[in-house]
């Protein structure tokens, strides 16, 4: 059986045990390698709003498995660490423009509010090039974006 995935602090945080716990139910052979389906699984059993794509990059950036169709536990764990953490500072800059963005105060950004913002800001984008910017945004394409698509773009530019 694979070791678990160990934090910096000594006792692990609850995301972690649920981590290691959902892991090892897809990871049957006790490999410590899974598929990228049940990369994509276990990243959304912990929380993260991910997509293929994201899991398809932490692959393509790990120095795992030669199978780029699968992935190791601990490339898959420090991935989604590297996608989503961020430092204090750049968390509360987030966490403003967010809000900037959430005009109506809802906990997610709607086309319409994102058009309205990128308008207020001057930006002079076209009805397709908004649309585009969007959908690239919204990883689970629901119409909306929360605030963990919202911190995977602003992360990335």
């Known amino acids: 059986m694979s070791r678990p995935v160990q934090s910096k602090k000594k006792k692990s945080n609850k995301v972690d045990e649920i981590y290691n716990e959902l892991f090892d139910i897809f990871d049957t052979d006790e490999d410590g390698i899974i ?7 276990v990243a959304k059993g912990i929380g ?3 997509a293929m794509y994201d899991i398809e990059s932490i ?4 120095n795992g ?3 780029k169709n699968k992935i190791e536990k601990n490339d ?4 989604l660490k590297d996608i989503f953490t961020v430092s204090d500072e750049q968390c509360d800059e987030v966490k403003e ?3 900037f963005f959430d005009y109506n105060k809802d906990g997610r950004i709607s086309m319409k509010e994102f058009k309205y913002i990128l308008n207020k800001l001057g930006e002079e984008f076209n009805e397709k090039e908004i649309q585009e910017i969007f959908d690239t ?3 689970d394409q629901n119409g909306y974006l929360d605030y963990n698509e919202f911190i995977k ?3 990335t530019n």
Do not use: C, P, R
């Not at 598929?35 to 699984?41: D, F, H, M, P, S």
């Not at 692959?59 to 790990?62: A, G, L």
């Open 97 to 99: 423009a967010f809000q």
């Open 153 to 155: 773009t602003w992360k």
């Open 76 to 79: 898959l764990y420090n991935g």
């Open 48 to 50: 993260y709003q991910v």
């Open 59 to 62: 692959i393509s950036s790990s």
């Open 137 to 139: 945004m919204d990883a």
């Open 35 to 41: 598929t990228k389906q049940e990369a994509l699984k």
């Open 65 to 67: 498995t030669e199978d």
